[in-house]
């Protein structure tokens, strides 16, 4: 009795298919006719009802997990797809949103009698409003230390003109160290194209890059266009500097004190070039 109780569900599988083999062999030699009403052929005839419905079932979920599955895998091709079209958006973004800068650098080349070597901006070095900064070119390119580096500036529709970053400090083999107008070390003879008059100016702690001209008596205008004059020993003359910003009188009523407006946007510099001058 306890070996019955132990092995039920054993005795009961092999019993259901026994039944199935037997339903299955009468149907197949024609002993069981359904349309003779007995209580058999009922029997038989709803128990190929419910495997009929079971194997609907079946087959209805083997064919729901197959389109669950096909739709999962076009889901993730659809995925991938998406990443790669936003891939190749960002990167046309970034052509358009450089093409205005690549067309005023192809136009400032275009223009330059000087040798130069093209840098990417790799660092800013410890010290305020971009003042001074590194970039990815050296010694084994040619730099030397003074040599002029510049930035191509759009002054107005279809205007491009050289405009003035800095002064290489320190070189390496592939590294060089670029003081910009914005530095106070830094101190540039400008030129008011304006009014052609001369004077110096020189950047500060905080950012700001002031000046004076020579000749005290001097009116400048806002908005008057400032070059380098050439004088000295460093700079090239005619390099854009920027614009007068705002024009402070001084305490000495002979002076005047102007502020400028650089016209390299240095929050946006990311890419130089380095004059190779002989000296």
């Not at 400008?190 to 110096?200: H, L, M, Q, V, Y």
């Not at 390099?239 to 650089?262: C, F, M, R, W």
Request: proline share 1%.
């Amino acid at each position: 009795m306890n070996i019955i109780k132990k092995h039920i569900k054993k005795i009961l599988f092999w019993l259901i298919i026994f039944i199935l083999i037997v339903l299955i062999g009468l149907t197949s030699v024609g002993k069981i006719e359904n349309n003779d009403g007995g209580i058999f052929g009922d029997l038989f005839s709803g128990f190929q009802k419910i495997t009929f419905n079971i194997g609907q079932t079946l087959a209805n979920s083997f064919y729901s997990v197959q389109d669950i599955v096909k739709m999962k895998e076009e889901n993730i091709l659809l995925t991938e797809t998406v990443q790669e079209l936003q891939e190749r958006v960002r990167i046309l973004e970034n052509i358009v949103n450089k093409s205005d800068a690549l067309e005023a650098e192809y136009k400032m080349k275009a223009n330059l009698n000087y040798d130069y070597v093209s840098g990417q901006v790799i660092a800013l070095d410890n010290s305020n409003w971009f003042s001074r900064i590194t970039i990815d070119k050296g010694k084994l390119d040619g730099i030397n230390k003074n040599d002029i580096v510049i930035h191509a500036v759009e002054t107005g529709k279809g205007m491009v003109q050289i405009g003035l970053v800095g002064i290489v400090t320190e070189t390496g083999d592939n590294w060089a160290k670029v003081v910009t107008l914005l530095d106070g070390t830094c101190k540039i003879s400008f030129r008011d194209i304006n009014n052609e008059e001369s004077g110096i100016l020189q950047g500060s702690i905080d950012g700001n890059v002031t000046g004076y001209f020579f000749n005290s008596k001097v009116v400048a205008n806002k908005g008057d266009s400032l070059v380098t004059s050439g004088i000295g020993e460093i700079y090239l003359p005619d390099l854009y500097i920027g614009k007068v910003n705002e024009i402070i009188h001084t305490t000495d009523a002979s002076t005047q004190k102007i502020v400028i407006s650089p016209a390299v946007d240095f929050t946006k510099l990311y890419k130089v070039f380095v004059l190779k001058i002989k000296r």
